[in-house]
């Protein structure tokens, strides 16, 4: 059975950021790319940062999350729903369980950083939903 994976607009307003990370583990480095799209599927802004010294594929994609909430407020953008293919990710920034995990620091400065907005909103996609950002962070 063939799912259809389609991206689908954030509500007048709202700004989707899409972001996501490729990782070496040889060389432990990373880049994250990070896609911010409005209403009408509108392109406002892309970007790609690379990071040394990254522990895992897991770190990654946390680092490229604080990366779109670092990118949305210097772009200006107040509310934002921020969509990535890691599950982990999002469920521990989703969750209000303490996390003890090695992704805990970064998880807490993502919740630090969500402060300067009026809304943000954490969404796993599946990877199909998230080529555009996964292809800029390849090619970084």
Not at 33 to 38: G, M, P, Y
Not at 44 to 49: I, K, V
Request: one cysteine or more; proline letters at 4%; aromatic letters at 10%.
């Amino acid at each position: 059975m063939q799912r259809n994976v389609l991206w689908r607009p954030p509500k007048s307003g709202v700004i989707k950021l899409n972001f996501d990370a490729s990782f070496a583990s040889n060389t432990n480095f990373s880049i994250s790319a990070v896609l911010a799209n409005d209403l009408e599927g509108q392109i406002m802004g892309a970007c790609t940062y690379p990071l040394l010294d990254v522990a895992d594929a897991f770190v990654a994609e946390a680092k490229a999350c604080e990366r779109a909430l670092y990118f949305a407020l210097a772009m200006g953008f107040r509310k934002v729903i921020l969509e990535g293919d890691s599950l982990t990710v999002i469920k521990k920034l989703n969750s209000n369980i303490v996390d003890r995990s090695v992704l805990s620091p970064i998880s807490q400065h993502i919740r630090f950083l969500a402060g300067f907005f009026k809304e943000v909103t954490y969404l796993f996609v599946p990877r199909e939903a998230n080529k555009a950002t996964q292809e800029l962070a390849m090619d970084g």
